[in-house]
């Protein structure tokens, strides 16, 4: 009923939003095409393109009346600065309404209101689910081409600057970590309602992995699992992919980013230098 396709965008609560585009700046380079306050969602939040990804650091606007009661001030009381979502761009957003309603998956629009006939979903340009329904929040988007602003959708776009000019040597690709309580559970969601296509893990943890749209890879961890730290459930991280990791590193040293080794080699960088998100960098997998 619905294909999901290139990732829209990873949200990101964070504390102040100048210090998170700056930090950005910083490591990635973004293309920033998107900076404003939606008083409808209670936030102020910039858009960054970075090689063909997006990411969303979103900071809650305190000083607007009746902040409290909005589902992304409610989230960061809850859990503090981490990743909120993953969103992706389907081709058929009435088709994923469809296909999550028959599965009894909860969906909201932006204002925290109950998504719940075709006649709303087709006045809205993105739903959410509710993470107890789908492992871990997800939203799904609308992409009209003509109409977005955003510039990957665009004949002129290229990404070949992170690829071949920056340090980091992005290939476009993303592995994105999410801590769930049933894995088995979780990976039939993955499968069964968006499509994904299990890969290989590196990992030794019982983890499961799934192709998902064009450019994520989703591993489905448990959330007990001790690499996880006690950290819940929800999205854990997001781990970018890189041509060549040896020179990745040396570009972190460079920036003097404090980082760790993971388990399966990756680099990470934890949440007290990465804005409240655990953000690592793992060597590109081979294309089957």
């Not at 719940?116 to 739903?127: A, M, N, P, R, S």
């Not at 559970?185 to 799934?210: C, H, I, K, N």
Request: with cysteine; net charge negative; charged share 25%.
């Amino acid at each position: 009923m619905f294909k999901v396709g290139k990732l829209f965008h990873m949200t990101q609560v964070v504390e102040n939003l100048d210090a998170a585009d700056l930090w950005y700046n910083r490591l990635f380079s973004p293309c920033r095409f998107y900076r404003a306050l939606m008083p409808e969602a209670f936030r102020d939040a910039s858009l960054l393109a970075i090689s063909d990804l997006v990411i969303e650091p979103v900071e809650i606007a305190t000083n607007l009346p009746g902040v409290e009661r909005s589902p992304l001030a409610r989230f960061k009381a809850r859990y503090g600065n981490r990743l909120h979502s993953v969103a992706w761009y389907v081709d058929n957003l009435e088709g994923a309404f469809e296909a999550c309603r028959e599965r009894g998956v909860r969906m909201t629009d932006v204002t925290g209101r109950s998504v719940e006939d075709l006649d709303h979903v087709g006045q809205i340009k993105y739903f959410w689910t509710h993470p107890a329904d789908t492992h871990g929040m997800v939203e799904f988007a609308r992409l009209k081409p003509e109409y977005t602003i955003d510039p990957r959708a665009q004949p002129f776009w290229s990404s070949a600057y992170w690829r071949d000019e920056h340090p980091l040597g992005l290939t476009g690709q993303m592995t994105i970590v999410t801590a769930v309580r049933d894995v088995a559970a979780a990976s039939e969601t993955y499968q069964g309602l968006m499509g994904g296509v299990e890969v290989p893990t590196a990992w030794s943890d019982g983890r499961r992995a799934f192709q998902v749209g064009d450019d994520t890879i989703v591993e489905l961890v448990a959330s007990n699992s001790p690499e996880l730290g006690g950290f819940g459930d929800g999205v854990f991280g997001m781990a970018f992919h890189v041509a060549d990791l040896a020179a990745a590193e040396i570009f972190l040293k460079e920036l003097a980013l404090p980082y760790r080794r993971g388990a399966n080699g990756s680099l990470i960088v934890d949440p007290e230098h990465a804005l409240g998100a655990t953000v690592g960098f793992e060597q590109a997998r081979e294309k089957a």
